[in-house]
Structure formats: C-alpha cells, structure tokens
C-alpha cells in the first residue's frame, strides 16, 4: 500500500488542527503545512465529508477537528482519504482472486495477518501521539 500525496497532506492538515485548537483557516492551513490554498481546500472538503474536521462560514470561520485528537488515528484519516486501505485486492470484501482460491490460500493467510498488523499500528497512533512526537522527536 502507498498512500496518496492527498493522504499525507491530510495527515498534515489534521495535525495542525491539532496544534490550533481553536481552528484555522483553509489559508492558514495551506501556509501552515506548505501546500496550495486549492489543495488544502479540496483535502479539508473530505476530511469534513469523512466527520474529521467541521467547518463553520464567515468571517471568522475556518476549519477545527470534529473530535478530541485523542480520538482521531491514522487509520481514520487514511480510511476517509483512501479508496482502500488493504494491502491486496483478495482482501476487499468481495474477496477477489483471479485464482479463486481466496479460502485456501496460504498467501492470503500472511495478507490476513500483515493487514491486521497495520490497521492495529495506525489505528494506536492518533493526532495526540503524532503532536507528542513532534514536540519530542527521536532519533530513529
């Protein structure tokens, strides 16, 4: 699985929601993490589509986080971002396989296992974790 450039800027978007906890501009955003005005408008148009962000009108409008941080993973950002989260086709849930062996196979057996592995990551790393890191960085 890659992610979408739009995937990351999201991410991005929603930790500076994190860090302005009383809400941004689109503009504010777009400077905040470097991307187009445009951009960050279309990416916060999902995220509000997906219930991560509100948007209120007006002057003094913009754009805060829907929850808590500490309620809001990576996996819930990518979820609303993504087509698919699956790291292979046979995992959807039609359970496709040009083979037709989905029940029996012992590839999908390891997928089964390496998707779970990753959907449990990123749903334990949430906006809070991310904010803390970045006030806290390791060297890795």
């Known amino acids: ?63 805060a986080l829907a929850r808590e941080p500490e309620t809001i993973s990576l996996l819930d950002i990518i979820t609303v971002m993504e087509k698919s989260v699956y790291i292979n086709r046979c995992l959807e849930e039609d359970h496709f396989c040009n083979l037709t062996r ?11 296992k390496l998707q779970q592995q990753i959907e449990d990551y990123l749903g334990s790393c949430t906006l ?6 970045l006030n806290n960085p390791s060297e890795e």
């Open 1 to 63: 699985m890659q992610l979408n450039l739009s995937t990351d800027y999201a991410i991005r978007c929603m930790i500076h929601l994190t860090l302005k906890r009383e809400g941004d501009s689109a503009l504010g955003i777009s400077k905040g993490i470097g991307i187009e005005r445009i951009h960050a408008q279309k990416i916060l148009r999902q995220l509000r589509q997906g219930d991560l962000v509100t948007s209120t009108l007006g002057s003094a409008g913009g754009f």
């Open 102 to 112: 989905t029940d029996y196979c012992p590839v999908r057996k390891a997928y089964v």
């Open 128 to 133: 809070t974790k991310l904010v803390e890191d």
